[in-house]
């Protein structure tokens, strides 16, 4: 569930916003995420998300879901699925259908044969490279195209002819006539239009020529009626352009859109570009878009972070211009944070250490009602059953303890986790000198109280080895070794190659014991395993018979540095 305390607060879009409502510059404000298809959204694309649809939400207005799609050699209908289900499953509706930008080529096309009937643009006939050469540089201003004065009529007529697909790929563009000399480089003439024999996902083969991203997008915000429209600070020298077009079409609404910029959230131990992303999967070092230790949405997901958690996370993350670099800790901790009273709690073990109880007495041993949540009896319990085997946690048990180890040694007594004090009178070895069984002796006078005479202080967590559910278990760690590993050079001064420090440990899969609890639970249920972390269901490999978690964080950020 939403509400208005979920996203970032006090920063300079919501004032700008406010004051737009308030002087009645806007009745209500309209806002869009605009994705290109050409790959499943991140974590960075999550702060945008909760960016534009939190404002809208929290200003009563609207916002839309844009696919960018000019650049057809990328860009699939996997992707478009895939980004719609995550931005729902965050918890977010946009206004009406979902748009796309190809939605407008046919309008996008007639402002551009306006551009050129008022000598606003034009067809050159430059190369890629010397269309580069004569852009001049950051303290050199460009030079004219030798096609830059062509006639209204001959642009219209080689246009025309352009798109009728006449001309090779990459042979004619068309630009905008704006200023080779300026300041800014994306004012250099920009290119709007390129051929492309592609087909386009939406349009087909309709299509032969594609207009340029810069050209695009206001345009399509101002066809939306956007009001503000929200990106990431490498387009801050990109407004002069997007306001240049916007002054030189007919409006398409009476809206006209604005454009505001934020700073890129970078993750640290993690990556957040799509086209890297792309790589770890098409090369296999994950099993996918959606593989757990992914900074996807879809792997976010499926490795049990909820979407209240990463609303968390993105409010927290903040909105301003400044870098926004931010530790996973960060991350796992509103994931923990959220996930500490909204999963419920059962044992698992997963390492597990044979206890044969050597007093058990059917006739005395009880099993005790355990709420499945220590503050939220509304989601019940169930009794955990004892039987003469248990498993504990093989690291619960220290034959030589470190200092101040609380739990079980020789001779020594614990708690089993809400049920009897418990003595190890004896340590088993196999023949390497493992300890492979502890035999042991439950105190029945301690059920529910205090034992008699001494204090103790240990709780471990336990299972009756009979009921026990065999688990498969998949631990996570983090995906990299380095904070910025797209960011670290070599000796010769060069970027090493960011697959350099992938975690080889990044995934264990192990079988492990759980309670009966833990057999026929749908998909993405979540749960604490109690001392041990938060773990869920997977979506695509848990049978309700045959159980599969994953971890989603460990209860404390226990994780080091190498
Ligand atoms: P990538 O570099 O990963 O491909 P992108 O910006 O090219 O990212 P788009 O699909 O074009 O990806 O982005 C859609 C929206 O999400 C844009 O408004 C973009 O500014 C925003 N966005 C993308 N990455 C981040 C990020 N790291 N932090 C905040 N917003 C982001
Ligand atoms: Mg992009």
């Known amino acids: 569930m939403l509400n208005k305390d979920q996203f970032a607060d006090n920063h300079f879009i919501r004032t700008i916003i406010e004051e737009d409502l308030k002087s009645g510059k806007h009745e209500a404000i309209q806002t869009r995420f605009p994705p290109e298809p050409n790959g499943y959204l991140h974590i960075g694309h999550a702060k945008s998300i909760c960016l534009n649809f939190g404002l809208a939400y929290i200003y009563d207005g609207l916002c839309n879901l844009r696919f960018d799609d000019t650049n057809p050699e990328k860009e699939n209908d996997e992707y478009v699925n895939a980004i719609k289900e995550d931005v729902e499953w965050l918890g977010f509706h946009w206004a009406g259908e979902p748009r796309f930008a190809s939605n407008y080529f046919d309008q996008l096309y007639d402002y551009a044969v306006g551009l050129i009937k ?5 067809v050159d006939d430059l190369t890629p490279e010397q269309i580069r050469e004569y852009r001049g540089t950051l303290t050199e201003a460009g030079k004219n195209s030798p096609y830059r004065d062509r006639s209204v009529e001959e642009n219209l007529d080689l246009f025309t002819r352009m798109k009728n697909g006449e001309f090779p790929d990459g042979s004619k563009t068309l630009r905008l006539k704006i200023d080779m000399a300026s300041g800014n480089i994306n004012m250099r003439d920009p290119v709007i239009y390129r051929i492309r024999r592609v087909h386009h996902h939406n349009t087909g083969d309709k299509w032969c020529i594609y207009p340029m991203y810069d050209y695009t997008h206001c345009i399509s915000d101002a066809i939306e009626g956007i009001t503000h429209s929200l990106c990431t600070l490498e387009f801050e020298a990109h407004r002069p352009l997007y306001d240049w077009v916007l002054d030189n ?36 070092h994950v099993s996918g878009w959606d593989d757990p230790r992914m900074p996807t949405i879809s792997g976010m997901r499926r490795r049990g972070y909820t979407p209240e958690g990463l609303r968390l996370f993105a409010k927290r993350a903040g909105i301003s211009k400044s870098e926004n670099v931010i530790d996973m800790s960060v991350l796992e901790g509103a994931i923990r944070e959220e996930l500490e009273n909204s999963a419920p709690r059962m044992i698992a073990v997963l390492n597990p250490l044979k206890v044969t109880l050597t007093n058990f007495d059917p006739a005395q041993a009880q099993s005790r009602y355990a709420p499945y949540h220590p503050n939220h009896e509304e989601m019940g319990g169930r009794e955990l059953p004892i039987s003469p085997t248990l498993y504990i946690e093989a690291d619960d048990f220290a034959e030589n303890p470190p200092k101040g180890f609380k739990r079980l040694i020789p001779g020594g007594e614990v708690r089993l986790r809400h049920s009897y004090v418990m003595r190890c009178d004896e340590v088993v070895k196999d023949s390497d000198g493992h300890v492979v069984e502890l035999k042991c002796s439950l105190d029945y006078d301690t059920l529910g109280k205090n034992p008699e005479g001494r204090k103790v202080k240990g709780v471990i967590h336990w299972l009756s080895a009979e009921h026990a559910v ?22 010769d001064g060069e970027y090493l190659p960011f697959t350099d420090f992938l975690n080889p440990e990044s995934v264990k899969e192990i079988t492990a014991y759980a309670e009966p609890a833990a057999k026929n639970l749908p998909a993405e249920s979540r749960w604490q395993f109690e001392r041990l972390g938060y773990f869920v269901t997977d979506r695509k490999d848990h049978r309700p018979e045959q159980p599969v978690f994953n971890r989603t964080v460990t209860l404390k950020d226990s994780w080091q540095p190498k």
């Open 249 to 284: 079409i007919p409006a398409p609404h009476a809206t006209r859109p604005r454009q505001y910029e934020f700073s890129r959230l970078e993750l640290l131990y993690s990556i957040t570009s799509k086209r890297k992303l792309n790589q770890l999967v098409a090369d296999g």
């Open 470 to 491: 065999p688990a498969t278990v998949r631990l996570y760690e983090r995906l990299f070794t380095e904070p910025r590993p797209d960011a670290v050079r070599g000796e």
């Open 118 to 122: 008022d000598g606003k643009a034009y």
